[in-house]
């Protein structure tokens, strides 16, 4: 099993262009999220995905697209990039919600990150 | 929104001490998790704790919820559990700043 894994691993824009990082899981997690994490910071969620076909937001949602027609993959999409959007940008799965989780608890497994750079 | 604030936000410690590491709320929450980031950037989840208190190994974390507050404990610390813990509060999952722990050899 390869778990979760993030494409591309690193990532230079320069402002106005386009791009999308893709996500891929092989548990069969119904759930995903796309997180960043900016220097000194916690994560911040952009948005999540609880199904194939659906997809909702998170805090920091505008300035993203994401797409789940897969139900292994989840898209991140940047329409025309800005230097705030320079990030180490995160995906994670679960089998749960955590307003789902029963007495079996909850666990997110993370991708490994993708570092972008927007100049 | 609700507010998670971690402390201490910074800790050295040497091989074999132990710590305790705090993450305060400012709303109730239906869940808590902590997390470890190694120093290489992997995020492993260590504990689904709404409330209550689980272990595993030398780690083990309380989640009292009346009170808003989370502490996660480590025990005979070693060199590999250097890097950031990290708790996230609610079904938003909102991340606290962090704890950055440094274990000395």
């Known amino acids: 099993n390869a778990g979760v894994t993030q494409t591309p691993k690193f990532r230079v824009l320069k402002t106005g262009q386009s791009m999308t990082l893709l996500c891929a899981q092989d548990?069969?997690?119904?759930?995903m999220y796309w997180y960043r994490q900016d220097p000194g910071m916690g994560l911040r969620l952009i948005h999540y995905?609880?199904?194939?076909?659906?997809?909702a937001k998170g805090e920091v949602p505008d300035g993203y697209n994401v797409s789940r027609l897969k139900k292994q993959n989840f898209l991140l999409g940047l329409e025309s990039a800005a230097p705030s959007q320079t990030s180490v940008y995160f995906c994670?799965?679960?089998?749960?919600?955590?307003?789902?989780?029963?007495?079996?608890?909850?666990?997110?497994?993370f991708g490994p990150g993708t570092r972008l750079t927007v100049t | 929104g609700i507010q998670v604030e971690q402390s201490p936000p910074d800790l050295i410690l040497q091989e074999g001490a132990n710590s305790t590491l705090r993450c305060n709320f400012s709303d109730s929450v239906n869940n808590l998790q902590w997390f470890h980031q190694n120093p290489w950037g992997q995020l492993i989840n260590l504990f689904y704790?709404?409330?209550g208190t689980k272990q595993n190994g030398r780690l083990s974390a309380t989640t009292v919820a009346t009170e808003r507050y989370s502490l996660l404990y480590i025990s005979s610390s070693q060199t590999t559990d250097s890097g950031v813990y990290f708790c996230?509060?609610?079904?938003?999952?909102?991340f606290g700043k962090g704890t950055r722990l440094h274990i000395l050899p």
């Open positions: 996230a509060a609610d079904d938003k999952i909102i």
């Open positions: 548990m069969n997690h119904e759930y």
């Open positions: 994670a799965s679960s089998y749960s919600l955590p307003a789902l989780a029963g007495v079996e608890g909850y666990e997110q497994y």
């Open positions: 995905s609880v199904g194939e076909g659906t997809t």
């Open positions: 704790i709404p409330s």
